[in-house]
T-cell receptor
Framework: DTEVTQTPKHLVMGMTNKKSLKCEQH?????MYWYKQKAKKPPELMFV???????INESVPSRFSPECPNSSLLNLHLHALQPEDSALYLC??????????????FGPGTRLTVT | GQQLNQSPQSMFIQEGEDVSMNCTSS?????WLWYKQDPGEGPVLLIA?????ELTSNGRLTAQFGITRKDSFLNISASIPSDVGIYFC??????????????FGQGTILTVHP
């Protein structure tokens, strides 16, 4: 099973709202990622968690706050977003670092619209 | 951040034609991955390559890990309408502490006319 699930599928929020995106994987992977993707562009890495610890923050604004409650779950908390934050937010997981296997498996994404 | 040089940017082909696309980099990679993304969905892993010179097939798809470790190629034979989408290459750089980061190409948008 190579499934990564994400909820919600779509989210519309105002600039003063607080919302959260959720991601779950049951592949036993210990690395999980958040990406932001604009239309017809490649995914842009935001955060990497390895063994439930934040390994990489790609200089993401503090209005995005990641959380990894356990090895299967990854959340992205959103607060005071800007319209330019509207995008497809993708979660991924990988067999690395348990294995020297850098394949990443993506979820279907959350389409976020900030009004 | 750095991106791989992926070409072509877009392709318009007739059903039944073969397709070729490639990615190049100035850096050496130890893994090359090819993904396909349908509109509104996440990228789906098509093929993974681990060794220089490796040639791997997945149905009508064939990909190769370049001998120099700085490039990779994807071929699709006898295209069908459901091949439509954006194809991304991605690589993992050799050496250093990468935290599993991938470098992505800009994507190839494939349109197949019936």
């Amino acid at each position: 099973d190579t499934e990564v699930t994400q909820t919600p599928k779509h989210l519309v929020m105002g600039m003063t709202n607080k919302k959260s995106l959720k991601c779950e994987q049951h592949m036993g992977h210990r690395a999980m990622y958040w990406y932001k993707q604009k239309a017809k562009k490649p995914p842009e890495l935001m955060f990497v968690y390895s063994y439930e610890k934040l390994s990489i923050n790609e200089s993401v604004p503090s209005r995005f706050s990641p959380e990894c409650p356990n090895s299967s779950l990854l959340n992205l908390h959103l607060h005071a977003l800007q319209p330019e934050d509207s995008a497809l937010y993708l979660c991924a997981s990988s067999p690395w670092p348990m294995l020297r296997n850098y394949e990443q498996y993506f979820g279907p994404g959350t389409r976020l619209t900030v009004t | 951040g750095q991106q791989l040089n992926q070409s072509p940017q877009s392709m318009f082909i007739q059903e039944g034609e073969d397709v070729s696309m490639n990615c190049t980099s100035s850096s050496i990679f130890n893994t090359w991955l090819w993904y396909k993304q349908d509109p509104g969905e996440g990228p789906v892993l098509l093929i993974a390559l681990y060794k220089a010179g490796e040639l791997t097939s997945n149905g009508r798809l064939t990909a190769q890990f370049g001998i120099t470790r700085k490039d990779s190629f994807l071929n699709i034979s006898a295209s069908i309408p459901s091949d439509v989408g954006i194809y991304f290459c991605a690589g993992h750089k050799a050496g250093g502490t990468s935290y599993g980061k991938l470098t992505f190409g800009q994507g190839t948008i494939l349109t197949v006319h019936p």
